[in-house]
C-alpha cells in the first residue's frame, strides 16, 4: 500500500471516529432513545452513514436498538468504561500519598497499575533520585502484563475473558531468558498469584530487575489495580524482599480501605 492510500485511509478513519463519537455524543444529550433518522436529521449526516455507524457500534455494546420500535440508546459498556474511568480517578487520587510513602520507605520504583480495555496500564509512578532502571512504564503506557509483576498482580484477578483479550491481543513478547512465553506456564504462575496474594518479577522484564505487586480488591470483588515496586535484583532476595513483600500487601490494603474497599480475598 502506497503512503498516499495509507493516508487517506487513516484520514477516513479518523473521520468515521468523529462521527461515530458526534452520535454517542448526541443520544447522550438528546435521549434517552432516538429513531434513526432523528439522529441524521440533528448531526445533518446521510441516513446510511449513521445506520453504518450504528450497527458498528452496536455490535461494540455502546448502543442499543430497540427491535420492536428501532429506536437507539447508550448501551451499557458505556456505563461500565465510565464506572472504570471513575474508579481510575478516584483511585489514582487515593493511591498517590500512599505510594509516596511507599516509596520513601523502600527507595524503589513505585508504581500503580490498572486494568483498561486494551490492556493494564500505568496510571501513576513515582522514582528514587539514582534509579538502575531502564525499561520505564510511563504514566498512561501499557505495561508488559505477562511480565512485569504489577501486570500480573492484575491479571492474576480478572475474569477469564477480560484477561484472555490482553494476553491475546498483547501476545507473550519474550524480553529475557526468564519471560513466561507458554501460556500454560504463565497461567500456572497467575495461579501462584491469586493462592498468596501478590505477584513477583524474577528478570522477566529486564535483566537485572525484580518486582513485586499486590492488588487492591473492589467490595464486588473485582480488581481496581495493583501497587508494585520494581529495583535491583540483589534488593529482592530474602529479608528484603520479605519486607518489599509486606509493604506492597500494606499498602494495597491502606488504599483499599480508605476508597471503602476490601484489599485481598485472602486475608
Same mark, same amino acid.
Not at 39 to 53: F, P
Not at 57 to 80: A, F
Not at 230 to 256: C, N, S, W, Y
Given at each position: 500500500?502506497?503512503?498516499?492510500?495509507?493516508?487517506?485511509?487513516?484520514?477516513?478513519?479518523?473521520?468515521?471516529?468523529?462521527?461515530?463519537?458526534?452520535?454517542?455524543?448526541?443520544?447522550?444529550?438528546?435521549?434517552?432513545?432516538?429513531?434513526?433518522?432523528?439522529?441524521?436529521?440533528?448531526?445533518?449526516?446521510?441516513?446510511?452513514?449513521?445506520?453504518?455507524?450504528?450497527?458498528?457500534?452496536?455490535?461494540?455494546?455502546?448502543?442499543?436498538?430497540?427491535?420492536?420500535?428501532?429506536?437507539?440508546?447508550?448501551?451499557?459498556?458505556?456505563?461500565?468504561?465510565?464506572?472504570?474511568?471513575?474508579?481510575?480517578?478516584?483511585?489514582?487520587?487515593?493511591?498517590?500519598?500512599?505510594? +509516596?510513602?511507599?516509596? *520513601?520507605?523502600?527507595?524503589? %520504583?513505585?508504581?500503580? &497499575?490498572?486494568? #483498561? /480495555?486494551? @490492556?493494564?496500564?500505568? !496510571?501513576?509512578?513515582?522514582?528514587?533520585?539514582?534509579? +538502575?532502571?531502564?525499561? *520505564?512504564?510511563?504514566?498512561? %503506557?501499557?505495561?508488559? &502484563?505477562?511480565? #512485569? /509483576?504489577? @501486570?500480573?498482580?492484575? !491479571?492474576?484477578?480478572?475474569?477469564?475473558?477480560?484477561?484472555?483479550?490482553?494476553?491475546?491481543?498483547?501476545?507473550?513478547?519474550?524480553?529475557? &531468558?526468564?519471560?513466561?512465553?507458554?501460556?500454560?506456564?504463565?497461567?500456572?504462575?497467575?495461579?501462584?498469584?491469586?493462592?498468596?496474594?501478590?505477584?513477583?518479577?524474577?528478570?522477566?522484564?529486564?535483566?537485572?530487575?525484580?518486582?513485586?505487586?499486590?492488588?487492591?480488591?473492589?467490595?464486588?470483588?473485582?480488581?481496581?489495580?495493583?501497587?508494585?515496586?520494581?529495583?535491583?535484583?540483589?534488593?529482592?532476595?530474602?529479608?528484603?524482599?520479605?519486607?518489599?513483600?509486606?509493604?506492597?500487601?500494606?499498602?494495597?490494603?491502606?488504599?483499599?480501605?480508605?476508597?471503602?474497599?476490601?484489599?485481598?480475598?485472602?486475608?
Amino acid at each position: 500500500m502506497g503512503s498516499n492510500q495509507k493516508s487517506a485511509d487513516e484520514a477516513g478513519a479518523s473521520k468515521s471516529l468523529r462521527k461515530a463519537m458526534h452520535i454517542l455524543f448526541y443520544l447522550g444529550q438528546h435521549g434517552p432513545d432516538m429513531r434513526l433518522a432523528e439522529i441524521a436529521t440533528g448531526l445533518q449526516l446521510n441516513k446510511t452513514t449513521v445506520y453504518r455507524l450504528l450497527c458498528a457500534l452496536e455490535r461494540l455494546d455502546l448502543v442499543q436498538r430497540d427491535p420492536e420500535n428501532e429506536r437507539y440508546r447508550l448501551g451499557l459498556k458505556l456505563y461500565e468504561l465510565g464506572t472504570q474511568a471513575a474508579r481510575a480517578r478516584t483511585l489514582q487520587g487515593e493511591a498517590r500519598r500512599h505510594l +509516596m510513602e511507599m516509596a *520513601r520507605v523502600c527507595n524503589e %520504583a513505585v508504581s500503580l &497499575a490498572v486494568p #483498561s /480495555a486494551g @490492556g493494564v496500564v500505568c !496510571l501513576e509512578r513515582f522514582d528514587p533520585p539514582r534509579t +538502575m532502571i531502564s525499561v *520505564r512504564i510511563p504514566v498512561g %503506557a501499557f505495561f508488559p &502484563a505477562h511480565c #512485569s /509483576a504489577a @501486570g500480573k498482580a492484575v !491479571l492474576a484477578y480478572l475474569d477469564e475473558k477480560d484477561m484472555n483479550s490482553i494476553l491475546l491481543g498483547k501476545g507473550l513478547t519474550r524480553y529475557t &531468558a526468564q519471560t513466561l512465553t507458554r501460556m500454560a506456564d504463565l497461567r500456572s504462575d497467575l495461579r501462584r498469584v491469586r493462592a498468596r496474594g501478590y505477584a513477583l518479577d524474577d528478570q522477566e522484564l529486564e535483566c537485572g530487575l525484580n518486582g513485586v505487586a499486590a492488588p487492591v480488591i473492589s467490595h464486588d470483588a473485582r480488581v481496581m489495580g495493583a501497587v508494585g515496586i520494581a529495583g535491583p535484583t540483589q534488593r529482592f532476595q530474602g529479608k528484603d524482599l520479605t519486607e518489599k513483600i509486606e509493604l506492597v500487601k500494606t499498602t494495597a490494603h491502606k488504599i483499599a480501605e480508605n476508597l471503602g474497599e476490601r484489599s485481598s480475598w485472602f486475608e
